[in-house]
């Protein structure tokens, strides 16, 4: 009789959950996974995938608008929120089916409940269940971060924005990194009143400067606003349901709904882990080595749970990694070596490699090429927003160290660019390849 009932229990559906229970299977593992809420996880049910949806949703106000001058007849057109809502949500649950059969075709037993730890080898189930297992994976995510100040609880994160019962017509939203930024465009783009609320006055922390610096540029030219050095002191909800905020630094702001978008925390809090001596750091993140292995020998833990990069690509890659090395005799770390990474603002932004900042920091010599252009789409439709491309190079070896850019399809570009990147391109290789005319990615070629 084997010594489990399972060779490796996964607790969270996952990104990364998802894809170490499929591979894991595959080389022949006993498998099951346990969900609390919707198979698919942060990205499938309420992150990457319903937000891009909303992203090519909100972009139409501005295809319709430059459609005249391309010779269009287009009628006034309205935006009808519930038909998108409903047939994002439609899609949402269309893959969270999908991901569901892939588990089960794949022999994985998909149980849908909270598991904790409650031991090296052992997970209990909500409905009171207690299973054994040889390897357990905690692939439980993060969740938005909720402030805590009074009346904080009349606002909303991520979770709820995608399921909200109509559009709100004013919208504040606190954060600046890249959720906060994607949904200031997103409802910017559906006709709200968007502000954007941040303790300092930097966005998107940690994205090149030069970059960054034209997203705020073209996002108050579109009529974002923005309140920088404001701090939460209050909320009040008024019996129509508007908010009054109170912040200091500004006067108060009176909205339809308050986003919070300021971070997101590893899901560790109540999940047993002392029970099997598995350390968590400050952040409350769950400490792994190289190999995803915590501090107990039989539990590991794969993506944002460990609060390393907490991307989509990152936490697929690391549960396969740990399947390969657990179960398929085939060792296998992942590199986190230029991770390319994008905002789906309007218009979006993506990089990949050092920032300038970065570069200037760490090399002894740099140089940097800059294209400052206005793509031609945009110079018919009379859009006066302008794209920048931004190579930054070792100044020693030649070597494109860094890869950054802003305006229309930027991350379909770059994730090819990236690539040279990767591999260690020199600047003199970009120069080699002739221009694809007319392209707004040959300015990548023509940097001189
Ligand atoms: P998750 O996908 O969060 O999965 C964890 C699962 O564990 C969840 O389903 C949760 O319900 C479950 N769970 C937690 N605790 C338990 C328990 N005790 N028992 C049972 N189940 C449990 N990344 C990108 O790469 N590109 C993007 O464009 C992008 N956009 C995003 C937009 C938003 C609004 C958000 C919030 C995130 C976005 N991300 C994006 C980040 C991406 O979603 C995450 O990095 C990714 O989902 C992490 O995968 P994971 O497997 O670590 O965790």
Not at 93 to 98: D, I, K
Not at 403 to 430: N, T, W, Y
């Amino acid at each position: 009789m084997a010594k489990h009932d399972y060779d490796l229990f996964v607790i969270g559906a996952g990104s990364g959950g998802v894809r170490a229970a499929r591979v894991s299977a595959a080389h022949g593992a006993k498998v099951a996974i346990a969900e609390e809420h919707k198979v698919g996880g942060t990205c499938v049910i309420r992150g990457c995938v319903p937000k891009k949806l909303l992203v090519y949703g909100a972009h139409f106000a501005e295809d319709l608008q430059d459609a005249r001058r391309f010779g269009w007849e287009v009628p006034a057109c309205n935006f009808h929120w519930p038909t998108l809502r409903d047939n994002v949500l439609e899609e949402v649950a269309r893959l969270e089916a999908a991901y569901t059969d892939t588990l089960r075709n794949h022999d994985v037993e998909v149980i849908k409940e909270r598991a904790v730890v409650t031991g090296p080898n052992e997970v209990r189930l909500a409905g009171g269940r207690t299973v054994t297992a040889r390897h357990i994976l905690i692939a439980t995510g993060a969740r938005p971060v909720l402030p805590d100040f009074p009346g904080a609880q009349h606002g909303i994160t991520s979770n709820e924005v995608f399921h909200l019962p109509e559009l709100p017509r004013r919208v504040v939203i606190a954060g600046a990194g890249y959720i906060a930024n994607e949904f200031a465009g997103i409802f910017h783009q559906f006709g709200s009143d968007v502000t954007l609320v941040n303790r300092s006055d930097i966005i998107l922390r940690g994205y090149d400067e030069t970059i960054r610096d034209r997203l705020l540029t073209i996002s108050m030219m579109k009529g974002i606003q923005f309140r920088f050095h404001a701090a939460f002191r209050k909320v009040e909800k008024a019996r129509d349901r508007t908010l009054t905020i109170h912040m200091t630094g500004c006067d108060p702001i009176e909205a339809d709904m308050l986003l919070f978008a300021v971070g997101r925390s590893p899901n560790t809090e109540g999940l047993g882990l002392e029970s099997a001596g598995v350390q968590i750091d400050d952040k409350g993140a769950v400490k792994v080595d190289e190999d995803n292995k915590s501090t107990c020998g039989s539990i590991y833990a794969v993506g944002d749970v460990t609060n390393r990069v907490q991307l989509t690509p990152v936490a697929i890659r690391e549960g396969q990694a740990f399947a390969d090395t657990v179960f398929g005799d085939k060792p296998t770390r992942v590199d986190y070596g230029s991770i390319p990474s994008a905002v789906f603002s309007h218009p979006p932004l993506a990089g990949v490699g050092m920032t300038e900042g970065e570069a200037r920091n760490k090399l002894g010599s740099v140089k940097v090429y800059l294209s400052d252009f206005r793509a031609m789409k945009n110079v018919l439709a009379g859009r006066n927003e302008r794209a920048l491309y931004k190579l930054v190079v070792d100044g020693e070896t030649d070597e494109v160290v860094g890869l950054h850019m802003i305006g229309p399809d930027s991350p379909e570009i770059l994730q090819a660019a990236a690539i040279a990147v990767k591999a260690k391109l020199r600047k003199e290789d970009f120069d080699s390849v002739v221009a694809l005319h007319p392209t707004m990615a040959e300015e990548l070629v023509l940097m001189r």
